[in-house]
T-cell receptor, first 113, second 110 residues
Framework: DADVTQTPRNRITKTGKRIMLECSQT?????MYWYRQDPGLGLQLIYY???????NKGEISDGYSVSRQAQAKFSLSLESAIPNQTALYFC????????????FGPGTRLTVL | EDQVTQSPEALRLQEGESSSLNCSYT??????LFWYRQDPGKGPEFLFT???AGEEKEKERLKATLTKKESFLHITAPKPEDSATYLC???????????FGAGTRLTVKP
């Protein structure tokens, strides 16, 4: 089984809808991250969490919110989706003993019509 | 503002034809430079971390090097299975963000 899983893998939705993307990990890592990837651009950090009680904004947090339900679960929400949020979304984890090595999930392809 | 630029955007090689990918960076206080490999439809996979100028890391046909302004990923005698997008990222002492470049898409033809 994969160490970092994301659901759904693909989602098509309409403008204005609320969307939740979920990430689960079995690596036992304390740190979790959400990134988006657009063609021709690098991965951009949306939010990150160092433990259940710690949530931090990344460089592009506007229009997104997150919830760290447990050490192993980190969800990303789009309260009112808009077309320019169409992108690939990746969840990643790292361990406090090696914060520089991040382990990525397989990604969620989100299309907002 | 911290910037990471990768070149070329795309590179096509014949099997066995060695080459290098470039990652140039402008950051204040480099803490670490990272290389990842990304296959189509998958998340990035960690390859290397470099912390100081002059440092080198090797893994199979790949060797990463670091100077004060750039990093190179050297690919020696590549095989078709090395085809992927290679991502470079940096982290500074000032924040917890990992800033990624746009990547180099490598295709190795048999």
């Amino acid at each position: 089984d994969a160490d970092v899983t994301q659901t759904p893998r693909n989602r098509i939705t309409k403008t204005g809808k609320r969307i939740m993307l979920e990430c689960s990990q079995t690596k036992g890592h304390d740190r979790m991250y959400w990134y988006r990837q657009d063609p021709g651009l690098g991965l951009q950090l949306i939010y990150y969490s160092f433990d259940v009680k710690d949530i931090n904004k990344g460089e592009i947090s506007d229009g997104y919110s997150v919830s760290r339900q447990a050490q192993a679960k980190f969800s990303l929400s789009l309260e009112s989706a808009i077309p320019n949020q169409t992108a690939l979304y990746f969840c990643a984890t790292s361990d406090y003993r090696d914060t520089d090595t991040q382990y990525f999930g397989p990604g969620t392809r989100l299309t907002v019509l | 503002e911290d910037q990471v630029t990768q070149s070329p955007e795309a590179l096509r090689l014949q099997e066995g034809e060695s080459s290098s990918l470039n990652c140039s960076y402008t950051v204040s206080g480099l803490r670490g430079l990272f290389w990842y490999r990304q296959d189509p439809g998958k998340g990035p996979e960690f390859l290397f971390t470099l912390y100081s100028a002059g440092e080198e890391k090797e893994k199979e046909r790949l060797k990463a090097t670091l100077t004060k302004k750039e990093s190179f990923l050297h690919i020696t005698a590549p095989k078709p299975e090395d085809s992927a997008t290679y991502l470079c990222a940096v982290r500074t002492h000032n924040n917890n963000d990992m800033r990624f470049g746009a990547g180099t898409r490598l295709t190795v033809k048999p």
